[in-house]
């Protein structure tokens, strides 16, 4: 995918996020309207950039609310991210092992959690030690391979286009979230399944299945 800011599909910026193991002790088992397993917390919703400006919106989620099996019992797991608003500039350059890479590490944490709060005010003081992980753009760049920590290409509807999965060279196809149909983890799963349906037919998926006996959910 051509990514050149002069002919290509720009790419987003990147995020920062935290994920975390915390005590559960008097907190619902449940979700609900009151705490839900998912939320938004939106700082301004009349910036320019609205929802895209740095650091505007978090997405915070507690799936062991959904599924107990997560976590071990008397614990939840959660999560929260700016989804793709974090300016790669504002990182770049910067030395990991440096303290002043450790100090905006914990800055980024910091401003996470104030989110996470919204609906667990002790959510930090919670949290179980050796749990907790932090992302930052250079995280992504470096163990993701992530070009400028980038959350993948901006495409715009009717603007651009990801390429097909299909190359040139016979049985070689492409897939990922730089092809179509792009950005997440179902767009991405979906591009696979294109690509598998493109390489072999409907009744050899339907063989393939009974081969490895899938497990059946009751």
Same mark, same amino acid.
């Given at each position: 995918?051509?990514?050149?800011?002069?002919?290509?599909?720009?790419?987003?910026? /990147?995020?920062?996020?935290?994920?975390?193991?915390?005590?559960? &002790?008097?907190?619902?088992?449940?979700?609900?309207?009151?705490?839900?397993?998912?939320?938004?917390?939106?700082?301004?919703?009349?910036?320019?950039?609205?929802?895209?400006?740095?650091?505007?919106?978090?997405?915070?989620?507690?799936? /062991?609310?959904?599924?107990?099996?997560?976590?071990?019992?008397?614990?939840?797991?959660?999560?929260?991210?700016?989804?793709?608003?974090?300016?790669?500039?504002?990182?770049?350059?910067?030395?990991? &092992?440096?303290?002043? @890479?450790?100090?905006?590490?914990?800055?980024?944490?910091?401003?996470?959690? /104030?989110?996470?709060?919204?609906?667990?005010?002790?959510?930090?003081?919670?949290?179980?030690?050796?749990?907790?992980?932090?992302? &930052?753009?250079?995280?992504?760049?470096?163990?993701?391979?992530?070009?400028?920590?980038?959350?993948?290409?901006?495409?715009?509807?009717?603007?651009?286009?990801?390429?097909?999965?299909?190359?040139?060279?016979?049985?070689? @196809?492409? &897939?990922?979230?730089?092809?179509?149909?792009?950005?997440?983890?179902?767009?991405?799963?979906?591009?696979?399944?294109?690509?598998?349906?493109?390489?072999?037919?409907?009744?050899?998926?339907?063989?393939?299945?009974?081969?490895?006996?899938?497990?059946?959910?009751?």
């Amino acid at each position: 995918t051509d990514t050149s800011e002069e002919s290509g599909i720009p790419m987003l910026k /990147s995020f920062i996020h935290i994920h975390a193991g915390i005590d559960a &002790t008097g907190l619902p088992t449940e979700p609900s309207a009151d705490f839900p397993a998912q939320w938004a917390v939106v700082k301004d919703w009349d910036l320019e950039e609205g929802v895209e400006a740095p650091r505007n919106i978090v997405l915070c989620s507690m799936p /062991s609310l959904i599924d107990n099996t997560l976590s071990p019992e008397g614990t939840h797991v959660l999560h929260a991210y700016v989804p793709a608003t974090e300016p790669y500039s504002w990182w770049e350059g910067m030395d990991r &092992t440096s303290e002043e @890479y450790k100090k905006k590490k914990e800055e980024a944490a910091d401003f996470l959690w /104030s989110a996470i709060e919204q609906y667990v005010p002790d959510a930090r003081k919670r949290a179980i030690e050796g749990t907790v992980q932090i992302g &930052t753009p250079l995280t992504h760049e470096r163990f993701l391979r992530r070009t400028k920590g980038a959350y993948g290409p901006r495409v715009e509807a009717g603007k651009q286009t990801l390429p097909g999965h299909k190359t040139p060279l016979k049985g070689m @196809y492409l &897939t990922g979230d730089y092809t179509f149909p792009g950005i997440g983890v179902p767009a991405t799963a979906a591009s696979g399944a294109i690509t598998a349906n493109s390489i072999v037919s409907v009744p050899q998926h339907w063989g393939m299945l009974d081969k490895i006996r899938l497990p059946v959910r009751s």
